[in-house]
């Protein structure tokens, strides 16, 4: 005896599914078998839209062995007649009162008035679908539409008892396909949200070596400086993850490389004057070239999730003793993102040839950081930038 | 009766192909690899061959260098999916009729394997 189902609790519980799982092709997958197993036919299928290559592909396939068709082997263009016949618009009203194709009603389909007269090929498309049919082991389709767009087509196969579907049952394997369509969609938007935050992202960066660049015009003597200083700045944090001083979270590495692309952006807010200057500063100047700090992290505050990015920019002249500039913090309290780089920024100072005066040795320079350790600098950089000098890496 | 090979390691693929063919008049024989598809092209004499590209034991390309190697010259298509240039390239100068790739629209499997067979 045939066991009446529930299709509206039924209907309910794919609907959780569409909630709680959201990865929609393993929740076809679920449904498919679902529908099996409770529905008792040999076989049920869905067609997929690819929307990247344009094409659909039977995807998921369910049932006895023998009526299985392989997943991801078969693929359908335009061209194809039960596509044809789900996609253009004309043929919808031969449909409309059931909410799919079933394969018996083509035969009454083809000698319907409208058919017979119209003589645009209907009669032909109709030929070709009921020969598709079975070859993909289906006695019925039933279209997915989101917005007139053929998202998917559930195949249905024999059922066990011989029976034919009744309209009830066709209802809820409609309702069960828009549902469908619904999650596919939605995983789609999804999708593209992630490739668009990618490409923002990606074109930032690209924006922020650019406009590193243009610091660097700014000032002949600082050229190439900031990509030394996010060298360095890099390799200190490596040395310092490698020993296991320090354990950064996941994104540290991105954000210091960004920083240390950044970390004299403010002084695109300093006259070329002071910049340039090749005398030494008066009082009044000096102030004005302390502001770059300032200025480089309001230039990024409208930037959301870049905080770790603008801490390194704005403290990169803070001193472990307190004594340094714009806030004057101390200790632990700096940002290790701009302790590292201050010891990066100062090794490349030293190191490269200024307005005032001739590049010094590395030898001098690691003396000279070495001798600032726990006073001007950070000690754990420092130490990781003494030990990659000792390993012959600077 | 024309003889087609189908050399696939999934089962689903096996029979449907072999339900495929069927219905159009030929006689179909299955290997799920490479070893059992040597063995039948020799016993058989297909008069073609379908061979899938990506297999466990032995990939297509592999059949195809025993076969040759043994100087038989028998007809194949590959079935093939995502692949390396190197595997066409290979496969080319092994002397391969044409190539199906996956997903196939069935309607081109069929002129194809067709096309070949009643040459």
Same mark, same amino acid.
């Given at each position: 005896m045939a066991i009446k189902i529930d299709y509206k609790k039924e209907l309910e519980s794919a609907a959780k599914g569409m909630i709680l799982i959201h990865d929609p092709r393993l929740l076809m997958k679920l449904i498919v078998r679902s529908i099996v197993q409770r529905v008792h036919i040999d076989h049920a299928g869905m067609i997929l839209y690819d929307p990247v290559k344009d094409i659909y592909v039977l995807s998921i396939s369910r049932g006895a062995q023998g009526s299985r068709i392989p997943e991801g082997f078969i693929r359908f263009d335009k061209t194809n007649p039960i596509i044809k016949f789900f996609c253009q618009?004309?043929?919808?009203y031969l449909v409309e009162n059931r909410n799919a194709l079933v394969a018996e009603d083509i035969n009454k389909m083809i000698w319907k008035e409208s058919v017979i007269s119209n003589g645009n090929g209907t009669k032909e498309l109709l030929h070709d679908v009921s020969e598709q049919m079975p070859l993909l082991n289906a006695v019925a389709c039933v279209p997915a539409y989101y917005q007139h767009n053929l998202l998917a087509i559930l195949l249905l196969g024999q059922r066990d008892d011989g029976n034919r579907f009744d309209q009830e049952e066709l209802d809820f394997f409609s309702a069960l396909a828009s549902d469908v369509a619904m999650a596919i969609r939605n995983a789609q938007l999804f999708e593209d949200l992630k490739r668009e935050a990618e490409r923002n992202r990606n074109l930032f960066i690209q924006t922020t070596i650019a406009l590193g660049s243009a610091i660097e015009a700014k000032d002949a %003597?600082?050229?190439?400086h900031t990509e030394r200083v996010t060298k360095y700045a890099l390799a200190i944090a490596r040395q310092m993850e490698a020993t296991k001083i320090y354990d950064f979270p996941p994104k540290f590495f991105e954000n210091l490389y960004i920083a240390g692309l950044l970390h004299?952006?403010?002084?695109?807010?300093?006259a070329e004057s002071i910049l340039c200057k090749v005398d030494k500063l008066t009082e009044e100047e000096y102030e004005i070239m302390k502001t770059h700090t300032t200025r480089g992290a309001e230039i990024l505050s409208p930037l959301t999730g870049f905080d770790e990015v603008i801490n390194g920019v704005k403290f990169h002249h803070e001193r472990y003793d307190g004594?340094? %500039?714009?806030?004057g913090l101390k200790g632990e309290d700096i940002p290790i993102i701009a302790a590292i780089i201050a010891v990066a920024d100062t090794y490349d100072a030293i190191t490269t040839d200024r307005s005032y005066r001739k590049g010094l040795s590395k030898e001098i320079a690691i003396g000279e950081i070495q001798k600032f350790s726990c006073k001007q600098f950070h000690p754990l950089p420092v130490n990781a930038l003494v030990e990659l000098y000792n390993k012959g890496e600077l | 009766m024309a003889k087609l090979l189908i050399v696939d390691d999934e089962s689903d693929v096996r029979e449907f192909a072999r339900s495929f063919f069927k219905k159009r008049g030929i006689e179909v024989f299955l290997a799920s690899g490479g070893q059992q598809a040597l063995d039948l092209i020799a016993k058989e004499r297909p008069d073609l061959v379908l061979l899938d590209?990506?297999?466990?034991?032995?990939?297509g390309v592999d059949v195809l260098k025993y076969l040759r190697k043994a100087n038989d010259q028998t007809k194949v298509i590959m079935v093939t999916g995502v692949e390396e240039e190197e595997t066409f390239k290979e496969a080319n100068s092994l002397g391969v009729i044409s190539y199906i790739h996956k997903p196939l629209i069935l309607e081109e499997l069929e002129k194809v394997v067709l096309a070949q067979i009643n040459k």
């Open positions: 618009k004309e043929y919808k %003597y600082t050229h190439g004299d952006i403010g002084k695109i807010g300093v004594k340094g %500039y714009p806030t | 590209v990506r297999m466990e034991e032995m990939t």
